[in-house]
């Protein structure tokens, strides 16, 4: 069965950078294109990256264009976000999640993981 | 990149019918027909509820349908139960190439 297991999250200064992993199993990690999701404690969810299902496409949220950086590795099956400069109002559970091949939803989540940006 | 814009919260009682609306521009929502629903319990993950504007995945009860007038898409539960107490959120494609999320609905279960 499809799995996705994000870790990395924890708590880390303003101005700090964190990166975070999704490791993926149970599908063909290589065919599909894949997205990071963030959720503020008690807030809504806001998107936050695309990268194509090789590497060679990748978009960002405004909200972390030039501080984000997402990226793969197809050998391993894991997805990675790397985040730096991070501000407090990046404190969030961050979730990975995978667009099946060809189509715009998310159709299968991981079960996230919080970074909170504090001093 | 502006949030879609759904109501805060919506209510019904069990068997009723509730409807849930996600109003966006031509740059998303009316622009394409890559509307989905998520539906997120406290403490989980979401969950696909509807994709492409109104198709249900494998699994999804058929108490869940979907639409799409102009720039506002819908979802509507319909025999509302008990277990379907949750937040609910639609999300579009856009012409940047990115995603957007609405601001998520409450709903209540009387």
């Known amino acids: 069965q499809v799995q996705l297991v994000e870790s990395g999250g924890g708590v880390v200064q303003p101005g700090r950078s964190l990166r975070l992993s999704c490791a993926a199993s149970?599908?063909?990690?290589?065919?599909?294109?894949m997205h990071w999701v963030r959720q503020a404690p008690g807030k809504g969810l806001q998107w936050v990256a695309f990268?194509?299902?090789?590497?060679?496409?990748?978009y960002y949220a405004d909200s972390v264009k030039g501080r984000f950086t997402i990226s793969r590795d197809n050998s391993k099956s894991t997805l990675y976000l790397q985040m730096n400069s991070l501000r407090a109002e990046d404190t969030a559970v961050y979730y990975c999640?995978?667009?099946?091949?060809?189509?715009?939803?998310?159709?299968?989540w991981g079960q996230g993981t919080l970074v909170t940006v504090s001093s | 990149q502006s949030a879609l814009t759904q109501p805060a919260s919506v209510s019904g009682s069990p068997g009723q019918s509730i409807t849930i609306s996600c109003t966006g521009t031509?740059?998303?929502?009316?622009?394409?027909?890559?509307v989905s629903w998520y539906q997120q319990h406290p403490g989980k993950a979401p969950k696909v509820m509807i994709y492409?504007?109104?198709n249900r995945p494998s699994g999804v009860s058929n108490r869940f349908s979907g639409s799409k007038s102009g720039n506002t898409a819908s979802l509507t539960i319909s025999g509302l139960q008990a277990e379907d107490e949750a937040d609910y959120y639609c999300?579009?494609?856009?012409?940047?190439?990115?995603?957007?999320f609405g601001g998520g609905t409450k709903l209540t279960v009387l």
């Open positions: 999300s579009s494609y856009t012409s940047s190439s990115t995603w957007v």
């Open positions: 149970g599908f063909t990690f290589s065919g599909c294109s």
């Open positions: 031509s740059s998303d929502v009316g622009g394409y027909n890559y």
């Open positions: 999640a995978r667009n099946p091949n060809t189509k715009f939803e998310f159709d299968y």
């Open positions: 492409d504007v109104s």
């Open positions: 990268i194509s299902y090789d590497g060679s496409n990748k």
